[in-house]
C-alpha cells in the first residue's frame, strides 16, 4: 500500500521532534533533557544542490562546495551530490574531501563512482593535451571519432571541417581497418554535418562499411554522449578523437564523462601555436562542467522539502538510526 507523501513527511517530523527532545519510545530509557533553541532555520537539499551547481557554472568553486557540504548533511547518499562534491573538490585541490567523497559513494552507488573518476581523471588527461597533427598508432578495440564544424548555409562543409575529415583520412590511413565515427547534426538544405562528411571520406577511398554517422548531435556534450552510445553497442569503450586545435581539450574532457576512455587525439593546425602549453588549474573549471554535463548528473534538483538545520546531536541509538532513514527516504524519493 503507498503511503500519502503527507504522512511521510509528518512522520518524518514526527520522528525527528522525537530524537531532539528525547521522548520515549517503546521501551527505551528516557534520556537527559535536550536543551534547544529552535530557530527558523531549514535546509532544503534541492535548493542547495541548484545553487551548487549555479555557483559551478559561474567559476564559484567554493561557494559551491559549501552548498553541496550543508546539503549532504541531510541526504548524504545523494549519489549525484556525492559525485559533484568529489568532481569539484579535486578542482579545488581538496584531495581529502575529494577521496572521502568517492570512498563514500562507492559505497552508496559503483557506477556513480566510475563516472566521477572518468571525469577526474579525464579532465586532468584532457588539460595535458598539446594539440598536434601527427596520426596515432592504434591497437585492440580503438575507433576514430571525428567531430563535426558548422556547415555552410548552402550545406557544404566549411573550411575548418574539411581540415578536420583531411585529419581524420590520414588517421584512418595510419589505423588501417579501425572503425570511424563521424559526428555531428545541425542540417543546412537537408545535409547533416555527419552526412557531408562520410560522403567525402567515401569519395577519398574510405571503405563505408568502416564508417558509423552519428548524424543528431548539436554539441559537443551530445556529440560525446551520442556516440559512446554507439560504440559502447559495438563493445568499443576506447577512442582517437579528431578535431581543431581549439576544441580537442574540451571533446576529450566531455567524452571522459560520457564514459569513453581517450587514447590518441589527432588535430587540424588550425592555430596550432596558440595550444602549446597545458590548461592550468582555474582554465580546467569550464572542461569540467561541461564533463558533468555529458555524464548526464543533473544540473537541477527538485526544491521544496525543507527540515530543521543545525539539529542536535542525540548520539547512536535506534531514534536516530530510524528517523535518518525516512528522512533520507524522502528526499531520495523512496516510496514506502
Known amino acids: 500500500m503507498k503511503t500519502p507523501r503527507r504522512f511521510k513527511i509528518v512522520a518524518a517530523s514526527a520522528i525527528a521532534v522525537a530524537a531532539i527532545g528525547g ?3 517503546d521501551t527505551l530509557p528516557q534520556t537527559s533533557t535536550v536543551s534547544v533553541t529552535h530557530t527558523a532555520d531549514t535546509v532544503d537539499a534541492g535548493k542547495l544542490y ?5 555557483k559551478f557554472a559561474a567559476g564559484d568553486v567554493t561557494g559551491g562546495l559549501t552548498d553541496l557540504s550543508t546539503a549532504l548533511r541531510v541526504v548524504a547518499n545523494d549519489a549525484d551530490a556525492l559525485a559533484l562534491q568529489a568532481i569539484w573538490a579535486d578542482q579545488a585541490d581538496d584531495a581529502k574531501t575529494r577521496d572521502a567523497a568517492l570512498t563514500r559513494l562507492s559505497g552508496v552507488n559503483s557506477a556513480a563512482a566510475t563516472t566521477a573518476r572518468n571525469i577526474i581523471d579525464g579532465v586532468t588527461a584532457a588539460a595535458a593535451i598539446i594539440p598536434d597533427t601527427t596520426p596515432k598508432a592504434v591497437s585492440g ?3 576514430i571519432v571525428v567531430l563535426g564544424y558548422g556547415l555552410t548555409a548552402n550545406g557544404k562543409m566549411a573550411p575548418e571541417l574539411v581540415k578536420r575529415v583531411t585529419a581524420g583520412k590520414e588517421q584512418a590511413d595510419v589505423a588501417a581497418g579501425a572503425p570511424i565515427v563521424v559526428t555531428g547534426g545541425a542540417p543546412k538544405k537537408g545535409v547533416t554535418e555527419a552526412a557531408a562528411m562520410r560522403n567525402w571520406l567515401v569519395g577519398k577511398g574510405i571503405a563505408a562499411s568502416r564508417i558509423t554517422a552519428e548524424d543528431k548531435s548539436t554539441s559537443t556534450v551530445s556529440n560525446a554522449q551520442n556516440t559512446a ?3 559502447k553497442l559495438q563493445g568499443i569503450t576506447d577512442v582517437v578523437l579528431v578535431t581543431s586545435p581549439d576544441h580537442i581539450r574540451r571533446a576529450a574532457a566531455d567524452f571522459a564523462g560520457a564514459g569513453l576512455k581517450v587514447t590518441g587525439t589527432l588535430t587540424t593546425a588550425t592555430n596550432l601555436s596558440k595550444y ?10 569550464g572542461i569540467r562542467l561541461e564533463s558533468t554535463r555529458a555524464a548526464k548528473i543533473p544540473v537541477t534538483k527538485t526544491e521544496g522539502i525543507q527540515l ?7 548520539g547512536p541509538g535506534l531514534i536516530t538510526e530510524i528517523g535518518g532513514k525516512i528522512l533520507e527516504g ?7
Request: without cysteine; positive net charge; hydrophobic residues 30%.
Open 276 to 285: 602549446s602549453k597545458a590548461l592550468t588549474k582555474d582554465q580546467q573549471k
Open 330 to 336: 524522502l528526499m531520495t524519493g523512496s516510496k514506502g
Open 23 to 25: 521522548t520515549v519510545v
Open 308 to 314: 530543521p538545520g543545525s539539529l542536535p546531536d542525540t
Open 50 to 54: 541548484n545553487s551548487a551547481q549555479k
Open 229 to 231: 552510445t554507439l560504440l
Open 141 to 143: 578495440r580503438t575507433a
